[in-house]
């Protein structure tokens, strides 16, 4: 395939994978917005509540991860209707795990919410938003299976107008039952529930035409169930080590101070900014490399992983500059603080250096999941934190106050994490036993 081909076929998949993974924290936003109306109370509670959501829905987005490389292998292969066959199994296992999620969960609302400590004012709001919205998460795992049959079958522009359609039900629904129907913040949460079921229905149309059009089975089949739960088991695992590395990150902050806290949560927030271009891109590489590994198609493959990996390194440039460019500003805009500004500059200032070697680590990422090489990236998410952990229980000891201790922080995770998954990740790619052709995924 000529270069110019290439580059849109990236495009093709990147620039609308882009728009649908915006709207995800566009729904925050609206709940925020609607929500903050209501009081300081019901605002609060909601940030309980969507951090346990968040943290979830985090762990699970392996549903998409593992049902776009087995449906990308059989597309390429040019079996269509076991491509489509094998993403609806993953819609069905996602519709079981959401099920047995949701009644846990309703159950768990209050056990959950008290950890926080929050007032029981705040506590009483929480525990609203978070029972009501547990009996969407069926739903959001369904959109999540369904949005990786869809990319395994080369097409992004579908979930993104799916995305498009579930936050306008969103902003509306919220805002009629919230101030239409007087219901407060449980209004709020039922808005969320009604668009992201109407979500699941809109994909259930897409899936049923394209089932018809193929000659696949609605059925969920014993085989496609458990190979999506065995590759998403080991994508699971890998989704634990990078949580595990956030959550030990964010809490030798808190030992830096309050001040040291909020300086890393604006860093870290520029940093998931700028990610979400390169999941999109992840995304793209994800979908390509699946298709050529199914065709048998290691030239192909290989051109897909340069190409990705130059873009990924490209961007992080072009970021990094940016970032670079206004880290004297970036603190003021977040805070109207000249001395959270002041200390927050020199780790910005990593994360701008940082940034190439964070887009190569996003595309790597997706190579290996499109090529369905789950079990090592699980195990390389353990490996990654060996060297790690030992620098952040050093910072933790040392307890560096104030811009250093922030950027020393900064040189931990941007530096030291992000180089041992580039090391990992690389040296896989530089083998070829990721590389393995055919319908079925199976790296050694």
Known sequence: MPAPTLNRDILRL????LGALVAEPLFLIVDAAL?????????????????????????????AYSTTPAVARRFGAGDPSRAVSVGIDGMWLALGLGAVLAVAGWFASPVLVSLFGATP??????QIYLGLSMWGLPAMLVVFAATGLLRGLQDTVTPLWIAGFGFAANALLNWLFIYGFGWGIAGSAAGTVVAQWAMVAAFALVVVRLARRHEASLRPHHEGLTGSARSGGWL?????????????????????????LAGWQIAFTIFSTAAFALDALAIAAQALIGKGLGAGDEPFVRRVLAR???????????????????????????????????????????????????????????????????????????????????????????QPGGAAGLAGLSVAFFGVYMLARFATLGWRVRGAAWLTAGADPQPA
């Not at 990147?14 to 994978?17: D, E, L, R």
């Not at 880290?327 to 190439?356: E, K, N, R, Y």
């Not at 990422?365 to 060297?387: C, S």
Request: with cysteine; charged share 5%.
């Open 236 to 260: 699971f695992l890998r989704t634990v080590s990078l949580r595990v590395a956030l959550l030990a990150t964010v809490a030798v902050a808190t030992t830096l101070g309050t001040d040291e």
């Open 308 to 398: 990705t990996l130059a873009w990924g390194a490209l961007f992080g440039v072009a970021v990094g500059a940016v970032v670079g460019g206004f880290s004297g500003v970036i603190g003021l805009v977040f805070t109207g603080d000249a001395a959270i500004a002041a200390l927050v500059m020199p780790a910005l200032i990593v994360l701008a250096v940082a940034q190439p070697l964070c887009g190569a680590v996003f595309v790597l990422d997706g190579v290996l999941i499109g090529a369905g090489d789950a079990k090592y990236l699980a195990i390389a998410g353990v490996i990654n934190l060996v060297p790690f952990v030992p620098v952040l229980v050093l910072i933790a000891v040392m």
């Open 14 to 17: 990147a620039v609308p994978a």
């Open 35 to 63: 929500v903050g109306h209501l009081g300081v109370e019901p605002l609060a509670g909601l940030g309980i509540a969507s951090a346990v959501l968040q943290t979830i829905v985090g762990l699970m987005v392996f549903l």
């Open 121 to 126: 004012a705040v506590s009483e709001q929480a």
